[in-house]
């Protein structure tokens, strides 16, 4: 066979292998589905994926103005959690985490979630 006939046969399947590769890809964008293999974005997954709660401190400092709801769901997904500080285990049974991120104004600002089996508790949200 000559060299191109093997080239078209390639490129053949190349660009079938793409639009399957493609179609895959958007279905599973279009459904939501990410692949969280990392510590950091299984841990903020984990949260997210559970009943969130405010406690008392925290609830005051968002009614401050600090933050707001929707700039706590963007750090509990895009934030970093801080593991030397975090994965320490919490009266009640929880492990507490400590998640940096920065919100519209670009502050800095550090959440502590303590994550239960079956919900996440926002416990202290400081400034830096």
Not at 7 to 32: H, N, P, Q, R, V
Not at 91 to 97: A, M, R, V
Not at 100 to 118: A, D, R, Y
Request: aromatic share 14%.
């Amino acid at each position: 066979m000559k060299f191109v006939h093997r080239f078209a046969y390639y490129l053949l399947g190349l660009f079938i292998g793409s639009l399957f590769l493609k179609f895959i890809l958007d279905y599973t964008g279009s459904k939501g589905l990410d692949f969280c293999y990392l510590p950091n974005c299984r841990v903020l997954k984990n949260i997210r994926n559970k009943p969130f709660i405010y406690a008392t401190e925290a609830a005051q400092k968002i009614n401050q103005k600090w933050l707001d709801t929707t700039e706590v769901k963007s750090i509990l997904t895009n934030g970093d959690v801080d593991f030397s500080k975090s994965n320490k285990p919490a009266t009640g049974g929880g492990k507490i985490y400590i998640i940096n991120g920065i919100n519209k104004q670009k502050e800095l600002f550090t959440l502590e979630v303590v994550n239960f089996e079956e919900k996440a508790v926002l416990k202290d949200i400081r400034k830096q």
